[in-house]
Nanobody, 129 residues
Framework: DVQLQASGGGLVQAGESLRLSCAAS????????IGWFRQAPGKEREGVSC????????DYIDSVKGRFTISSDDAKNTVYLQMNSLKPEDTGVYFC??????????????????????WGQGTQVTVSS
């Protein structure tokens, strides 16, 4: 079965860092596009970052560029989201999602929830001021 498990969230102060992990089973990341989403209290879920070996791309929402870095470890079949210089507005539940097969035009649609086929349950990130 295809499974995604997000982990690594926690409670931190503004300016600190966290590294989130998305561990996959039942497939390899080389064949999928992976997206990170977050949902803040009272707000809609939004795309944060993505990585696709298939399309050879990484991308980020503007508000996290320069602070967040997405990467993959093929041996561990895991995707990471390194989050530095965290701000209170980064608070939310973070989800990882996988898309297979990748959509034509995925590079321009990675931030849309409907682009993905599988979802993890999420991990809570709370940033205090």
């Amino acid at each position: 079965d295809v499974q995604l498990q997000a982990s690594g969230g926690g409670l931190v102060q503004a300016g600190e860092s966290l590294r989130l992990s998305c561990a996959a089973s039942g497939f390899t990341f080389d064949d999928y596009a992976i997206g990170w989403f977050r949902q803040a209290p009272g707000k809609e879920r939004e795309g944060v970052s993505c990585i696709s070996k298939y399309d050879s791309i990484t991308d980020y929402i503007d508000s996290v560029k320069g602070r967040f870095t997405i990467s993959s470890d093929d041996a561990k079949n895991t995707v990471y989201l390194q989050m530095n210089s965290l701000k209170p507005e980064d608070t939310g539940v973070y989800f990882c999602a996988a898309a297979w097969p990748p959509l034509i035009g995925y590079a321009s649609k990675w931030h849309e929830e409907q682009s993905y086929d599988y979802w993890g349950q999420g991990t809570q990130v709370t940033v205090s001021s």
